[in-house]
């Protein structure tokens, strides 16, 4: 049962971001964590608009920066869909949220704007220098994804804002990306802990690129920029994996009480996994999972 | 004698009506003027209740009463009073109902439980049963000593309600003849049933001063009686109702939410009063399971053999008992696993705790006990350096041997060295895998058996109604849940009427102003007891068939012979449907009467444990078995792989072979997933369950169950058991847990004796070198 509330459907972009100007206005999409949320009564909007219908919300296309993925796109949609394939990561990590039930009807846009630090559409996204398109009635906004991720549940939308789509720079030729969780069960979870490689020119000194996103272990999804300034444009070797995941390892805080995983296996994990997908993206012999 | 239905793998009578949606559940039922309830919980784990104020709560439009403590019926219990309806005086776990709301719909009860004030002085509370035996430890029931209590039960004072006792042979002598004595103590926490199906229960007071209920319970006719002794309404005015349910497990068994609904039905006349529990309600205001601490001493000869048990075990047991009373005794009855031991002192202690209720698991006792015993003499095998089935072999049940109750090991109690056998040879028949350099493989088993822990005279009864058309009705107070128990009473049905299959239909609904009488569908026993009653049924109903058409041939029954649907004197012939409702004469006048058979069982020669020594034939039945896991850890993560699971059991004659294999590996489900990721979280603050959701209680999926799956029968039938079956349900829980952390033992040297053993758990007991 949900609390009493006025339900809004726009017909438009444009009456849904008038509507967004109410206050204490919340977006519906798919619903799989605002009816959740309300239901516990963690979420008490005066008005809920459901921005289902929006057209302008929708589709996935190639786009001169990249490709464009509508707010409103499944989930499943987008994992599926032939222009994500390169991005690995991405399509790991939102392939991983809920069960195939929830993917069908929970969005790339909702899964973004729930703001949860676990969130695994997200590592896959921030690799690739993603970028969020936020329209409201003035008109439309860019900023990188990462910046849009502000804090457990916040993001960088104001009253009378919409995410509108995320954009995916064009994945250059040769890159690789992996994405790797940690769960309770193998079955339907959330992150316990979730890591994210890409991979250019790995370990070719002068060239190589390497980046590492981070779920779960800290307020937000984010970049672990520390070990990446480490490991670029240097010859791969264990010592100086070690040494860069040691850097990372400064800004990995994970919070005490979690009922997922403690700090400390967390810790274990990002360093476990990171070697893990490297690894695997050189193309070697890793464990089963 | 062949069989023709006994033993087919019919499909499911109760499959088209849930695979297409159209199977009632009580929460689809929808009444005139129905009102709605929502209860306020506590959010204290023990406290003192200082006052309660509905005023404001009243006020709200749509509101009809508002009821706490001081008015409703109480204490009521059947092996322990000491439970109300609502908290009265203080509360003993969070989640306890402290008031109940009744109003025109579920959302405005919700909004009026805002509005009722209570002032709580919190207590020191205690969540550990070990904790809660500990000198200084909160009290939970102060005036426990005076409590009304069953005969069987033996309140210790403190926390302690139930002490029950197994004494066999001479435990000093035994100890100090073995040669190696291995100890440990093991933690199975408190886990949740988590049953698809939510608890819900509609119940109206009628004006004439009777009562009808529609409940998820697993026993009407105990939740009748609840309502009996709690208002004062006769049996025969005391309509309970049940449908099909959605999954119990011993978590709808005995009494939940009913007496509360009693209650506020009693206080609006005349309307009906529905309280649907949301999921997070499930895990803190009904009973929960487990909750064993075990503590055990074992002691062996170099040979191998067992001299020697010495166990002492605590129930947690939760705010209030009455239920889990029986489990202690479970524990007991079963806590030597099946295994001679010729000297042997159990002592088996049922403590309150500030939980919820502990009650019925899949299970009873069962796996709580296994779990140290298959544990130490896996340990022990190692430490005598001998190979842990022969080990096993040497001290399992054998015909002949006496179990830890002093009942003789017949051959019909079942074969579990034969069980042992075909999961070692199938386990062990190639040397372990290789999983590649991350992956550590390990193998384990343990073997195990259980009882139904059933009052002595436990009672079933049937009635065979006969139709026009020769079909037959078969009414049963037996409660479908899931587990198929309506297409394996049918089975036996047709198999003792020699009739298809197809011609037996099963009420769906139990009622009890109108169903034969039954126990509870609990302890594995409704193949066992309710099957017994329709082989007495079924020949009550050939006989009355004899009758009938000797009157009619006007001759002796014992001259009608019953062939297929006729029913044949020399060369005249009538069909079943000619006698059915009573046969006419040419004239039109009446010759006979319709037909019913009546079946009625009750066990007989079951007795109470002698009080002192827990000895006697305590137990109708044993269902044996072993159970083999083989496992893979990743040393990267310390997740648990499960590569193949084994199971061999000897529930006697296995009626329907698909479902019998499903309902085993539904139990080991079960534990597998209690032996790696549950346990129910209490906050350390206030006692509350942390994690009363799916999001945290986490229960494995079908992607982490085990690659290969071998579950097979031996089929030794049971004397007392209709066509030689006896229970199956719970059975594959018993054993799991052990085998599992025996393989773990066995892929990394490391020793887990509590649950659950998690990822994390054995990477860091990896890393650490315990």
């Given at each position: 049962?949900?609390?009493?509330?006025?339900?809004?459907?726009?017909?438009?972009?444009?009456?849904?971001?008038?509507?967004?100007?109410?206050?204490?206005?919340?977006?519906?999409?798919?619903?799989?964590?605002?009816?959740?949320?309300?239901?516990?009564?963690?979420?008490?909007?005066?008005?809920?608009?459901?921005?289902?219908?929006?057209?302008?919300?929708?589709?996935?296309?190639?786009?001169?920066?990249?490709?464009?993925?509508?707010?409103?796109?499944?989930?499943?949609?987008?994992?599926?869909?032939?222009?994500?394939?390169?991005?690995?990561?991405?399509?790991?990590?939102?392939?991983?949220?809920?069960?195939?039930?929830?993917?069908?009807?929970?969005?790339?846009?909702?899964?973004?704007?729930?703001?949860?630090?676990?969130?695994?559409?997200?590592?896959?996204?921030?690799?690739?220098?993603?970028?969020?398109?936020?329209?409201?009635?003035?008109?439309?906004?860019?900023?990188?994804?990462?910046?849009?991720?502000?804090?457990?549940?916040?993001?960088?939308?104001?009253?009378?804002?919409?995410?509108?789509?995320?954009?995916?720079?064009?994945?250059?030729?040769?890159?690789?990306?992996?994405?790797?969780?940690?769960?309770?069960?193998?079955?339907?979870?959330?992150?316990?802990?979730?890591?994210?490689?890409?991979?250019?020119?790995?370990?070719?000194?002068?060239?190589?690129?390497?980046?590492?996103?981070?779920?779960?272990?800290?307020?937000?999804?984010?970049?672990?920029?520390?070990?990446?300034?480490?490991?670029?444009?240097?010859?791969?070797?264990?010592?100086?994996?070690?040494?860069?995941?040691?850097?990372?390892?400064?800004?990995?805080?994970?919070?005490?009480?979690?009922?997922?995983?403690?700090?400390?296996?967390?810790?274990?994990?990002?360093?476990?996994?990171?070697?893990?997908?490297?690894?695997?993206?050189?193309?070697?012999?890793?464990?089963?999972? | 004698?062949?069989?023709?239905?006994?033993?087919?793998?019919?499909?499911?009578?109760d499959?088209?009506e849930k695979?297409?949606?159209?199977a009632k559940y009580v929460?689809d039922?929808?009444?005139?003027?129905?009102?709605?309830?929502?209860?306020?919980?506590?959010?204290?784990?023990?406290?003192?209740?200082?006052?309660?104020?509905?005023?404001?709560?009243?006020?709200?439009?749509?509101?009809?009463?508002?009821?706490?403590?001081?008015?409703?019926?109480?204490?009521?219990?059947?092996?322990?009073?000491?439970?109300?309806?609502?908290?009265?005086?203080?509360?003993?776990?969070?989640?306890?109902?402290?008031?109940?709301?009744?109003?025109?719909?579920?959302?405005?009860?919700?909004?009026?439980?805002?509005?009722?004030?209570?002032?709580?002085?919190?207590?020191?509370?205690?969540?550990?049963?070990?904790?809660?035996?500990?000198?200084?430890?909160?009290?939970?029931?102060?005036?426990?000593?005076?409590?009304?209590?069953?005969?069987?039960?033996?309140?210790?004072?403190?926390?302690?309600?139930?002490?029950?006792?197994?004494?066999?042979?001479?435990?000093?002598?035994?100890?100090?003849?073995?040669?190696?004595?291995?100890?440990?103590?093991?933690?199975?926490?408190?886990?949740?049933?988590?049953?698809?199906e939510?608890?819900?229960?509609?119940?109206?007071?009628?004006?004439?001063?009777?009562?009808?209920?529609?409940?998820t319970?697993?026993?009407?006719?105990?939740?009748?009686?609840?309502?009996?002794?709690?208002?004062?309404?006769?049996?025969?005015?005391?309509?309970?109702?049940v449908p099909y349910i959605g999954g119990?497990?011993?978590?709808?068994?005995?009494?939940?939410?009913?007496?509360?609904?009693?209650?506020?039905?009693?206080?609006?006349?005349?309307?009906?009063?529905?309280?649907?529990?949301?999921?997070?309600?499930?895990?803190?205001?009904?009973?929960?399971?487990?909750?064993?601490?075990?503590?055990?001493?074992?002691?062996?000869?170099?040979?191998?053999?067992?001299?020697?048990?010495?166990?002492?075990?605590?129930?947690?047991?939760?705010?209030?008992?009455?239920?889990?009373?029986?489990?202690?005794?479970?524990?007991?009855?079963?806590?030597?696993?099946?295994?001679?031991?010729?000297?042997?002192?159990?002592?088996?202690?049922?403590?309150?705790?500030?939980?919820?209720?502990?009650?019925?698991?899949?299970?009873?006792?069962?796996?709580?006990?296994?779990?140290?015993?298959?544990?130490?003499?896996?340990?022990?095998?190692?430490?005598?350096?001998?190979?842990?089935?022969?080990?096993?072999?040497?001290?399992?049940?054998?015909?002949?041997?006496?179990?830890?109750?002093?009942?003789?090991?017949?051959?019909?109690?079942?074969?579990?060295?034969?069980?042992?056998?075909?999961?070692?040879?199938?386990?062990?028949?190639?040397?372990?895998?290789?999983?590649?350099?991350?992956?550590?493989?390990?193998?384990?088993?343990?073997?195990?058996?259980?009882?139904?822990?059933?009052?002595?005279?436990?009672?079933?009864?049937?009635?065979?109604?006969?139709?026009?058309?020769?079909?037959?009705?078969?009414?049963?107070?037996?409660i479908e849940m899931g587990?198929?128990?309506y297409?394996?009473?049918?089975?036996?049905?047709?198999?003792?009427?020699?009739?298809?299959?197809?011609?037996?239909?099963?009420?769906n609904t139990v009622?009890?102003?109108?169903?034969?009488?039954?126990?509870?569908?609990?302890?594995?026993?409704?193949?066992?007891?309710?099957?017994?009653?329709?082989?007495?049924?079924?020949?009550?109903?050939?006989?009355?068939?004899?009758?009938?058409?000797?009157?009619?041939?006007?001759?002796?029954?014992?001259?009608?012979?019953?062939?297929?649907?006729?029913?044949?004197?020399?060369?005249?012939?009538?069909?079943?449907?000619?006698?059915?409702?009573?046969?006419?004469?040419?004239?039109?006048?009446?010759?006979?009467?319709?037909?019913?058979?009546?079946?009625?069982?009750?066990?007989?020669?079951?007795?109470?444990?002698?009080?002192?020594?827990?000895?006697?034939?305590?137990?109708?039945?044993?269902?044996?078995?072993?159970?083999?896991?083989?496992?893979?850890?990743?040393?990267?993560?310390?997740?648990?792989?499960?590569?193949?699971?084994?199971?061999?059991?000897?529930?006697?004659?296995?009626?329907?072979?698909?479902?019998?294999?499903?309902?085993?590996?539904?139990?080991?489900?079960?534990?597998?997933?209690?032996?790696?990721?549950?346990?129910?979280?209490?906050?350390?603050?206030?006692?509350?369950?942390?994690?009363?959701?799916?999001?945290?209680?986490?229960?494995?999926?079908?992607?982490?169950?085990?690659?290969?799956?071998?579950?097979?029968?031996?089929?030794?039938?049971?004397?007392?058991?209709?066509?030689?079956?006896?229970?199956?349900?719970?059975?594959?829980?018993?054993?799991?847990?052990?085998?599992?952390?025996?393989?773990?033992?066995?892929?990394?040297?490391?020793?887990?004796?509590?649950?659950?053993?998690?990822?994390?758990?054995?990477?860091?007991?990896?890393?650490?070198?315990?």
């Open positions: 049962m949900i609390p009493n509330v006025e339900y809004l459907k726009p017909k438009n972009l444009q009456e849904a971001l008038e509507l967004m100007e109410r206050e204490g206005s919340v977006a519906l999409a798919g619903g799989t964590d605002v009816i959740v949320n309300m239901r516990d009564e963690r979420l008490l909007p005066k008005a809920l608009i459901d921005i289902k219908g929006l057209e302008e919300l929708k589709g996935i296309k190639e786009v001169p920066e990249g490709v464009w993925i509508g707010a409103l796109e499944l989930v499943q949609d987008a994992v599926e869909n032939p222009l994500t394939k390169q991005y690995t990561a991405f399509i790991e990590g939102a392939g991983s949220i809920g069960c195939l039930e929830i993917r069908y009807r929970a969005t790339i846009g909702g899964n973004i704007c729930n703001g949860s630090p676990s969130a695994d559409s997200l590592p896959g996204l921030l690799l690739y220098d993603a970028k969020a398109v936020i329209a409201s009635k003035e008109g439309e906004r860019t900023v990188s994804l990462e910046s849009f991720l502000l804090g457990p549940g916040k993001v960088d939308l104001k009253k009378g804002e919409l995410l509108k789509a995320v954009i995916l720079p064009k994945a250059k030729e040769g890159s690789a990306s992996k994405y790797y969780r940690r769960t309770r069960v193998k079955g339907m979870d959330l992150s316990s802990v979730s890591v994210a490689v890409y991979a250019e020119n790995l370990g070719i000194e002068g060239k190589s690129d390497i980046r590492i996103a981070l779920g779960a272990v800290m307020p937000t999804v984010a970049r672990a920029r520390k070990g990446e300034a480490v490991l670029y444009g240097q010859k791969l070797t264990d010592e100086l994996l070690d040494e860069a995941i040691d850097a990372l390892m400064e800004d990995v805080n994970p919070r005490k009480g979690s009922l997922r995983a403690t700090p400390e296996y967390k810790k274990k994990m990002v360093r476990v996994l990171i070697k893990k997908a490297i690894s695997e993206i050189k193309g070697g012999v890793s464990c089963e999972a | 004698m062949t069989l023709k239905h006994v033993g087919k793998s019919y499909t499911r009578n499959g088209v695979t297409t949606g159209s929460a039922m929808k009444f005139p003027g129905m009102l709605h309830a929502k209860v306020l919980r506590s959010p204290y784990a023990h406290a003192i209740i200082k006052s309660i104020d509905t005023t404001e709560a009243l006020k709200l439009p749509g509101v009809f009463v508002v009821l706490t403590g001081k008015d409703v019926p109480g204490p009521f219990g059947v092996a322990v009073a000491d439970q109300y309806p609502l908290a009265k005086y203080k509360v003993r776990y969070a989640g306890e109902p402290v008031a109940a709301v009744v109003a025109v719909n579920e959302r405005v009860a919700k909004e009026a439980l805002k509005h009722i004030k209570v002032e709580y002085e919190p207590l020191p509370f205690v969540i550990h049963p070990k904790d809660a035996v500990a000198d200084g430890a909160p009290i939970l029931h102060e005036d426990l000593m005076n409590y009304n209590v069953a005969p069987y039960v033996y309140p210790q004072g403190k926390n302690i309600y139930q002490h029950f006792k197994v004494r066999k042979g001479d435990i000093e002598e035994g100890f100090e003849k073995a040669d190696l004595v291995v100890e440990g103590e093991t933690w199975y926490p408190y886990i949740h049933h988590v049953q698809l939510p608890h819900c229960a509609v119940a109206q007071y009628n004006l004439d001063g009777t009562m009808t209920m529609y409940s319970t697993q026993a009407p006719f105990v939740v009748q009686n609840c309502i009996n002794m709690l208002h004062d309404i006769p049996l025969s005015k005391i309509q309970v109702i119990g497990f011993g978590g709808k068994s005995d009494v939940t939410i009913e007496p509360l609904v009693s209650c506020l039905a009693k206080a609006v006349p005349g309307r009906f009063v529905r309280l649907l529990l949301t999921r997070e309600e499930m895990f803190i205001g009904t009973n929960l399971g487990r909750g064993a601490y075990c503590k055990y001493k074992i002691g062996l000869s170099k040979e191998g053999k067992i001299l020697a048990m010495q166990g002492e075990s605590y129930l947690g047991s939760g705010g209030n008992v009455d239920y889990a009373v029986n489990i202690v005794t479970g524990m007991g009855l079963a806590g030597t696993g099946p295994y001679e031991v010729p000297n042997l002192k159990l002592d088996v202690y049922g403590v309150y705790t500030n939980t919820p209720p502990i009650g019925a698991l899949r299970g009873y006792g069962h796996p709580e006990v296994h779990f140290p015993v298959e544990r130490l003499l896996e340990k022990a095998a190692r430490k005598l350096g001998m190979d842990p089935v022969e080990f096993r072999l040497k001290n399992l049940l054998a015909e002949g041997k006496v179990n830890g109750i002093g009942q003789v090991v017949k051959h019909d109690t079942g074969n579990v060295v034969l069980c042992a056998e075909k999961v070692a040879k199938e386990l062990y028949k190639s040397p372990k895998p290789n999983k590649g350099d991350n992956i550590l493989v390990g193998r384990g088993m343990a073997a195990y058996m259980k009882t139904p822990c059933m009052p002595t005279n436990v009672q079933s009864s049937v009635f065979l109604k006969l139709n026009a058309d020769g079909s037959v009705t078969l009414a049963t107070g037996a587990q198929g128990t297409t394996v009473l049918a089975q036996m049905t047709a198999e003792a009427l020699d009739i298809p299959y197809e011609k037996v239909n099963v009420t009622d009890t102003l109108i169903s034969p009488y039954e126990w509870q569908t609990v302890a594995s026993h409704t193949t066992w007891g309710t099957g017994n009653a329709i082989i007495l049924a079924a020949e009550n109903l050939k006989a009355k068939l004899k009758e009938s058409a000797a009157k009619v041939f006007n001759t002796d029954a014992e001259n009608i012979k019953i062939e297929g649907d006729k029913v044949v004197y020399n060369d005249k012939v009538l069909t079943w449907g000619d006698l059915a409702l009573g046969y006419k004469n040419p004239d039109g006048s009446a010759l006979t009467e319709p037909i019913m058979g009546e079946g009625h069982f009750v066990a007989k020669g079951v007795q109470n444990p002698d009080p002192e020594t827990g000895q006697g034939n305590a137990a109708a039945d044993w269902t044996q078995g072993c159970i083999g896991i083989e496992l893979g850890i990743d040393k990267t993560t310390g997740e648990v792989h499960l590569y193949r699971l084994i199971n061999y059991i000897d529930a006697g004659t296995i009626v329907n072979p698909q479902m019998a294999r499903d309902q085993v590996l539904g139990a080991i489900t079960m534990v597998i997933s209690s032996a790696l990721t549950e346990t129910l979280v209490f906050s350390e603050d206030t006692g509350k369950i942390r994690n009363n959701n799916l999001v945290d209680y986490k229960i494995v999926g079908i992607e982490d169950m085990p690659e290969e799956i071998l579950i097979d029968f031996v089929q030794t039938p049971e004397e007392s058991g209709p066509y030689g079956a006896k229970g199956i349900g719970e059975h594959g829980t018993v054993g799991t847990a052990p085998a599992i952390l025996n393989a773990i033992y066995d892929a990394t040297g490391i020793d887990f004796y509590e649950l659950p053993v998690t990822a994390e758990k054995i990477m860091m007991a990896l890393e650490g070198g315990e």
